[in-house]
């Protein structure tokens, strides 16, 4: 009999046919819990258990009754709210996984900041602001506004002034009420975090916590700088291109932010700042690296990310090491807003010699929204190569050639 894992894929995941494809592989019957998308690979949505990913405590109890028979091994989130559901169902079956106190802490960014603060890990100085309320005294300039609640930069703005905070407050503070935002019922959505902007490189790190020890598995550099207005993602480039010193001061730093929010068993993906006084943390999130980024690397002889999730899931030791050729992915960003009719340049992206694939994750007659307000990518672009300086550069000319063709979004007609 295979065993079984059980997988929570939230609206925008992107992962099903991913997970899918590894579970094959890998020998593993996946229990698919989920609230039923289109987004969603169509093989997908038949037989799932759907549940109120807003309910944290109802999906848990629900995914835990639903998938007992099944004596799964191990319940896997996706995101940052599924990552909490999991903890919380693995805790009732019993399973190993990190606590559901450390991954609440580490998806709240109050919490977050806090806990890493109170353990005497660097993090940028902070204080945590109530929508609709007087600008507080004391905000370091320039500030970043954070949402505490929202992750890939969703509602991210930087302000170098008591104006600028005051209109980025204001901004945030309409996208945190808008529907598409308000149906989380968070109670956090009310706060926002100020903290002081850090100059210096991002990088991010891919790995795995093994009953507390980190291992490693990719350390990405960022190479577009990330100084604001805005904070969109778009170039990760691994191998790193930083001092090796440095590299291990990175490695140290995740694992001590991960001892103090209390994670102990599962994937993380960590943000930091590199400043002049070294890595400070941005976050450590309880999951694996976001959207289809995951498929920029390899690992052992061409085991993917999920291949390696689930059998670490399976009880394996994480001890296969990243591809020895440079890999990196560029997310497409979405410059401005407007209903998708097409996407041109893609034969040209893909015959960029290094480019292996590129993949339009965006709908057609889908409505496209730029950053801050906005939460998805237009795609993702991959590329190999014999270094990082290669990759950049692949992905860099692919990304040249992708031009997405808008229509306007027509207004919503006002009731007469």
Known sequence: MRPCVAVLLPQSSYRGDDLLAA??????????????CHVLAEQWTEGSLPLDFTDPDGAARSLAEAVRPRKPVAVLGTDDQTAVIAARAARLLGLLHDPPEAVE???????SRERL???????????????????PDGVPF???????VLSASRGVIRADGPAELQAALDRVGRLL????VAVRRDAELASVLVEEFLPGPEVAVEGLLTRGELTVLALFDKPDPLDGPYFEETLYVTPSRHPEELQQAVARATASAARALGLTHGPIHAELRLTGDGPRILEVAARSIGGLCG??????VGVTLEELLLLHALGGPPVLVRENAASGVLMLPIRRGGVLREVRGLAEARAVPGVTDVVVTAHADEELVPLPEGASYLGFAFARGETPAEVESALRRAGSFIEPLLDPKLP???PR
Do not use: E, H, M, Y
């Open 23 to 36: 579970a094959a592989r890998v020998g593993v019957d996946l229990f698919v819990a989920s609230d039923r």
């Open 177 to 180: 009420r808008s529907p598409q």
């Open 412 to 414: 919503t007609a006002r």
């Open 105 to 111: 802490a580490a998806r709240n960014k109050r919490l």
């Open 117 to 135: 603060r109170n353990a005497g890990v660097p993090v940028p100085r902070f204080q945590v602001v109530q929508l609709g309320g007087p600008i």
């Open 142 to 148: 320039p500030c970043v506004v954070k949402p505490l």
């Open 295 to 300: 498929r920029a690397l390899r690992f052992g």
